[in-house]
């Protein structure tokens, strides 16, 4: 079918994005040649997760919309279908936290929501496991890319360089924003206009005998301004039941800020009082993100489609990930895919 077996692409970050769009190449070019440089000593970037006590805690996202992952190429290609369950099956309500009290929102926040039955990451194992002889380097950051004779060079923060034909830049904003700037500095402008808060989820296993509340619900989010640590709380084994065994009850707090030890404090501290616990817990898991969530600027998604003229100017080159395409796990295997499909259709010729 036209394709140039000695293809090399460099994709750069190993986050669900980057992992989607090797493993979209990898079905579409089997033959291509895929480097993944990742900066962490894992992949998976946000997605991650432990199995604690036989409680199966998810570190960053612990769920996402059903609907737009049946539409990315994964689903079917990976059969995740086999893989999902619903979301707060029993279609509990939510509470909001004011002060004391507990005070029902009138609707169920979770309708269409599923999860990895094994965990969110899952999805990560699956991706990474399919793609046959990809040259996977973790603990290994990418500082800049350059263009070169036949594409591009990319150099490493520890000054290795990295000769590819085409590059796929699947990066938080702030390392998105370092390796274009000296290719495409209105990407790069872009994706330094990207902001981050930090969080911190900590996951908690209690004796299911020590919690008082009946927990009838998914959890609470806590209004009330930005003064406390503490911004929500999931009843994890209300809200996805097969995350726990029975006899533990696990919940998920999140607290703003990356500072795990006291994220956990405040955490317990709230857990403690609206549960009407008052003994140790049997475990804690804390997960600290320093880059959490994007917070896009208002014309965030016109300025990105601003940059396709750029992009089409240069040597084969795809941006993938929360940086530039929408933060949902779903959102980030689509952007990986397309950003496959992209660079197929510069290089390969083929349709993808
Ligand atoms: C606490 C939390 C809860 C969330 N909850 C949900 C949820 O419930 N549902 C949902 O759909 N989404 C949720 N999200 C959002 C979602 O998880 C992320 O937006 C998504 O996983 C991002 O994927 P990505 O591949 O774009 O980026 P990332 O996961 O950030 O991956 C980028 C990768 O690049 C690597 N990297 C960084 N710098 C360099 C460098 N210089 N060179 C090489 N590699 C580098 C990183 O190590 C990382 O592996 C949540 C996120 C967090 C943090």
Redesign the pocket.
């Known amino acids: 079918m036209g394709v140039n077996d000695s293809l090399r692409v460099a994709i750069?970050?190993?986050?669900?994005?980057?992992?989607?769009c090797a493993f979209r190449l990898r079905c579409i070019a089997p033959d291509a040649r895929l480097t993944i440089?990742?900066?962490?000593s894992?992949?998976?970037?946000?997605?991650d997760g432990d199995v604690v006590k036989g409680c199966i805690v998810?570190?960053?996202?612990?769920?996402?919309?059903g609907a737009k992952l049946e539409r990315t190429h994964a689903f079917e290609a990976l059969a995740l279908d086999s893989r999902l369950i619903p979301v707060n099956p029993n279609r509990l309500p939510t509470y909001r936290r004011g002060g004391a009290a507990l005070h029902l929102l009138p609707f169920v926040m979770t309708d269409g929501l599923v999860t990895f039955r094994r965990g969110?990451r899952d999805v990560v194992q699956l991706l990474a496991g399919a793609l046959g002889g990809a040259d996977v380097r973790t603990g290994?950051?990418?500082?800049a890319i350059e263009r070169s004779k036949h594409g591009w060079r990319v150099i490493?923060?520890s000054g290795a360089l990295l000769e590819a034909d085409a590059v796929v830049v699947?990066?938080?904003g702030?390392?998105a924003a370092?390796?274009l700037s000296g290719v495409a500095p209105n990407a790069a402008l872009v994706a330094s206009r990207v902001k981050y808060a930090p969080?911190?989820?900590v996951s908690v296993g209690w004796a299911a005998s020590d919690v008082a509340h009946d927990l009838g619900g998914t959890g609470y989010l806590v209004s009330g301004g930005t003064s406390g640590l503490v911004s929500a709380c999931t009843w994890t084994s209300r809200k996805i039941p097969s995350r726990s065994p029975p006899d533990i009850v696990l919940m998920r707090g999140?607290a703003r800020g990356a500072d795990a030890a006291a994220a956990t404090d405040a955490v317990l501290a709230d857990m403690r009082e609206v549960a009407g616990i008052t003994t140790d817990p049997l475990f804690v898991r804390a997960?600290a993100?320093s880059?959490?969530?994007?917070k896009y600027a208002l014309d965030h998604s016109i300025s990105v489609r601003a940059l396709d003229e750029e992009i089409a100017s240069l040597p084969p080159l795809a941006l993938?990930?929360?940086?530039f395409h929408?933060?949902?796990?779903?959102?980030?295997i689509a952007?990986?895919e397309r950003a496959a499909e992209s660079i197929a259709a510069r290089i390969l010729r083929v349709v993808a």
């Open positions: 750069l970050g190993g986050g669900v994005a980057g992992l989607a440089l990742d900066a962490a894992r992949l998976g970037g946000k997605v998810d570190g960053g996202p612990d769920l996402c919309v969110m290994v950051a990418a500082r490493t923060a699947a990066l938080p702030p390392a370092a390796v969080m911190t989820t999140y997960f993100w880059d959490a969530i994007p993938a990930g929360a940086a929408g933060v949902g796990v779903p959102d980030c952007s990986g």
